[in-house]
């Protein structure tokens, strides 16, 4: 194809360039200083990410090897975890808490509206033995397109007098929208280097506060390679638990470098902004009834990825025409959306040209297939924007 394609699936996604340089190098010493100036950096940088004060661990691994760094320090196989359902992932992390041997209670959702603090709390109330150990909450649930409300879950935890653990999967939303760990009472939070942090997959991120980490050093035994123990000290090999994965951080340190230089509200500014933008554009695609928000309800709707059902069963024909004919991929729809939606991720290193192109092919994939959708879309993203850049607090980044 000539030119550029374009990625926008919620993950993983477009890497900046800065990024992709930094790790264009050779591997250093394990006892370069130059190596470990770069793991205690982005240790630090980390806690400023999350918010936090507490402990920060980095895996190489991927997002589901997070799920399995987080239930392993807090759980034993027989342990009890809550997790209220959104989506694809909030069920694909029950799944793997199945997996680990862990009893997992599910407060059940219909994949369209965000976790309802109520019931969380009605569901830690009937509680009274206080058997379950933690609440697995995920922010942004990839696959609904949906943001949960994490203060007002730890809200819920507290108004029951429940002692569960926080756990909070930021993997598509760390960066990208307001998350404070310390602030919201977050026990411990999931993040990887995939999505709003701008870097290749391989890195699982967690933060966890001293609570975990106590909860952790008391359990009876450990799965060695998430242990955080040996993980807590200054030694940067002990950090990985053997060779880092040099050239991840070596990226890492770039991107973070990127999220400095740009500032954290100048970051979340710009991906309202353009998520405004997407979701201007499907209200008028919808007004000729072929598409539909999967969250109807508007403030529910994640600032990193937009879902869209589309009637007819043609959503993975419009999504294999724009990445065969034009090059611009968007992601399908997972589990129970499978072949009903397509998604538009918009995260981490995106600016407005970048969307507005991926928003046009779209427009141009369904002209070339002939689905109805309501004209002007793409013109309703561009005002959007302009509006937005023009406002006071619009702070283009
Ligand atoms: C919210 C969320 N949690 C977990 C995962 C799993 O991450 P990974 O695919 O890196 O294992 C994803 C991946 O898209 C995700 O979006």
Redesign the pocket.
């Known amino acids: 194809m000539i030119g550029h394609e374009f990625l926008h699936s919620?993950?993983p996604t477009h890497i900046p360039d800065r990024v992709l340089r930094a790790m264009h190098a050779q591997p250093l010493d394990f006892v370069d200083a130059r190596l470990k100036e770069i793991a205690r950096t982005c240790f630090a940088d980390l806690r400023d990410v999350f918010r936090t004060s507490g402990h920060v661990f980095v895996y190489a691994a991927?997002?589901?090897?997070g799920?399995e760094a987080a239930l392993s320090n807090l759980c034993v196989p027989g342990d009890v975890v809550l997790v209220p359902e959104v989506g694809h992932?909030s069920n694909?992390?029950a799944d793997h808490a199945r997996a680990l041997g862990l009893t997992v209670e599910v407060i059940e959702g219909d994949w369209r509206h965000a976790i309802d603090p109520h019931e969380v709390e009605r569901h830690l109330r009937d509680d009274k033995a206080g058997r379950i150990k933690a609440v697995l909450a995920?922010q942004?649930?990839?696959g609904t397109a949906i943001a949960n409300d994490i203060p007002a879950i730890r809200a819920a935890i507290d108004a029951a007098g429940h002692p569960a653990f926080l756990v909070a999967?930021t993997?598509?939303s760390l960066a990208a929208m307001p998350f404070e760990m310390d602030a919201w009472g977050v026990d411990v939070a999931i993040a990887?280097s995939?999505?709003a942090l701008m870097c290749p997959?391989g890195l699982a991120i967690l933060a966890a506060n001293d609570r975990a980490v106590e909860m952790s050093a008391r359990l009876p035994r450990h799965q060695r390679y998430w242990d955080w123990g040996p993980r807590l000290g200054e030694e940067s090999y002990m950090k990985f638990n053997g060779t880092m994965p040099e050239q991840l951080m070596f990226g890492l340190r770039a991107a973070l470098d990127l999220i400095r230089e740009q500032g954290l509200p100048a970051i979340q500014a710009r991906h309202r902004r353009i998520a405004g933008a997407v979701h201007r554009t499907v209200e008028v695609w919808g007004e000729a009834g072929a598409f539909s928000f999967n969250a109807p309800i508007r403030e529910q709707r994640a600032v990193t990825v937009t879902a869209i059902r589309v009637a007819g069963g043609i959503a993975d024909r419009i999504r294999t025409h724009t990445r065969e004919t034009l090059g611009v991929s968007v992601a399908g729809g997972l589990g129970a959306l499978g072949g009903q939606a397509f998604r538009i991720g918009h995260l981490g290193d995106i600016n407005e040209p970048m969307i507005l192109g991926c928003l046009s092919a779209l427009e141009l994939a369904f002209i070339e297939l002939g689905v109805p959708h309501g004209t002007g879309g793409v013109r309703a993203a561009i005002e959007h924007l302009a509006a937005e850049r023009a406002s006071p607090d619009g702070l283009p980044a």
Do not use: E, R, Y
């Open positions: 919620p993950g991927n997002g589901h090897g799920w992932f694909s992390w995920v942004v649930d990839t999967d993997i598509a990887a995939q999505k997959p």
